[in-house]
């Protein structure tokens, strides 16, 4: 989930932090807890944005650099669409069949609740981390939906390697981009990939657009969007 400029283009780097034999039930929900003055930061940081959504173009570095992480904040630009909200309305077409996973609960419950397609998600997953939850990026991005840890810490995900939290966590991101674009998948999944800044320097307002401009974003993110595009043929049926 984020660029790292010294990995060779369009491949990722793993490294598995834990080992083999731990094992977690993928059905089992965990509830994040977050505390501290961090956590208070980043609720009025959501509030100011919601009363103040930003231009086209925009950097929200500024806002951003005052709270605990700083140099993992871009990452966290989902804050200025305007709410946390929990969306529960579809964003895009759903395939109400897809093939199962070990994770099919944590995947549906997610779907269900922030209006992601599942077909989206596993593909998601298996092009973030081919459904491995003790991944590593060298970017330091982790888990199954490979959340960069201030990411991760705003999201209330307090452990990057627990499926459920991931995974809810993980699909929660991505319809806060899926709403930032109005919907459109690819330019949400290259700010998924690469952060909204990135996506937002091309002033592309749709899919087509974003396609004809693809090669002003790094050759990773390219790479990004086809895999994911492969892989949700793979669990649709």
Do not use: C, H
């Not at 283009?9 to 977690?24: F, H, I, Y």
């Not at 989902?78 to 093939?99: F, H, P, R």
């Not at 993980?170 to 700010?191: F, T």
């Amino acid at each position: 989930m984020s660029i790292n400029a010294a990995a060779p283009s369009g491949q990722l780097k793993w490294v598995d932090l834990r080992s083999s034999t731990v094992k977690r039930e993928a059905g089992k929900v965990s509830s994040p807890e977050v505390t501290g003055s961090s956590t208070a930061e980043f609720a009025a940081l959501l509030q100011q944005a919601a009363v103040q959504p930003p231009t086209t173009g925009s950097s929200s570095r500024s806002s951003l650099t005052s709270l605990p992480d700083a140099s993992s904040m871009d990452t966290l630009l989902w804050q200025q669409l305007g709410g946390a909200a929990e969306a529960k309305d579809n964003i895009s077409g759903e395939i109400t069949a897809t093939v199962p996973t070990d994770y099919e609960e944590l995947i549906q419950t997610a779907s269900a609740k922030y209006g992601v397609p599942v077909d989206l998600i596993k593909a998601v997953i298996d092009t973030e981390s081919s459904f491995n939850p003790n991944v590593v990026s060298s970017a330091g991005a982790k888990g199954l939906m490979q959340l960069m840890d201030g990411t991760a810490n705003g999201l209330g995900v307090s452990d990057p390697f627990d499926p459920a939290q991931s995974i809810d966590g993980g699909v929660r991101y991505l319809s806060y981009q899926l709403k930032r674009y109005d919907g459109q998948e690819k330019m949400a999944l290259a700010a998924y990939n690469a952060g909204p800044g990135r996506v937002n320097k091309l002033g592309v307002s749709n899919d087509a657009e974003l396609m004809a401009n693809l090669s002003a974003l790094p050759k990773e993110t390219q790479a990004y969007i086809a895999k994911i595009e492969r892989a949700r043929a793979q669990y649709a049926v």
